[in-house]
């Protein structure tokens, strides 16, 4: 299978939530790679990883959305809760000695890319009109640097 690429029309604006958008795609070609190898302790490992970090992902883009007041924010969290719940169902299912890695790599595909393009990109505007201040914000101890560090250890 190929990896999946970056492309620019993916970029909310929002350089922080790219940068995570990236890393995700990063673990799933890591999953990719595993699958290819055939090392199911491997795939394991990069799905766990992927889910922990998607998890922290959605929790640190659900608490942008809250802390803009973001008028959408519940009907994204569901989005979210229900990715969240087929792709631990798909986990379950290949620890069960199950071969789902092919429609998970297409699942996390067709997901992430639709995802960013059409729901993130709707709340990505409302954030980079309210909180334009707080994103730049980088210093040690601002809302960026604090709020980044509760949802991903450095």
């Given at each position: 299978?190929?990896?999946?690429?970056?492309?620019?029309?993916?970029?909310?604006g929002?350089?922080?939530?790219?940068?995570?958008?990236?890393?995700?795609?990063?673990?799933?070609?890591?999953?990719?790679?595993?699958?290819?190898?055939?090392?199911?302790?491997?795939?394991?490992?990069?799905?766990?990883?992927?889910?922990?970090?998607?998890?922290?992902?959605?929790?640190?883009?659900e608490?942008?959305?809250e802390?803009?007041?973001?008028?959408?924010?519940?009907?994204?969290?569901?989005?979210h809760?229900?990715?969240?719940?087929?792709?631990?169902?798909?986990?379950?299912?290949?620890?069960?000695?199950?071969?789902?890695v092919?429609?998970?790599?297409?699942?996390?595909?067709?997901?992430?890319?639709?995802?960013?393009?059409?729901?993130?990109?709707?709340?990505?505007?409302?954030?980079?009109?309210?909180?334009?201040?707080?994103l730049?914000?980088r210093?040690?101890?601002?809302?960026?640097?604090?709020?980044v560090?509760?949802?991903?250890?450095?």
């Open positions: 299978m190929a990896h999946l690429v970056w492309s620019e029309d993916l970029n909310t929002i350089d922080v939530i790219d940068a995570q958008h990236r890393q995700i795609v990063g673990f799933i070609n890591q999953l990719d790679d595993a699958r290819s190898k055939g090392d199911r302790k491997l795939v394991k490992d990069v799905l766990d990883g992927l889910i922990d970090y998607t998890v922290a992902h959605f929790s640190f883009e608490t942008l959305m802390d803009v007041g973001y008028a959408y924010l519940r009907p994204h969290q569901k989005v809760e229900q990715f969240v719940r087929r792709v631990s169902d798909m986990r379950d299912q290949f620890e069960r000695g199950e071969e789902v092919d429609a998970l790599h297409s699942l996390l595909h067709r997901w992430l890319f639709n995802h960013i393009r059409h729901d993130d990109d709707s709340y990505a505007k409302t954030v980079k009109g309210r909180m334009q201040k707080l730049e914000d210093q040690q101890g601002g809302w960026l640097s604090r709020t560090s509760r949802f991903f250890r450095r």
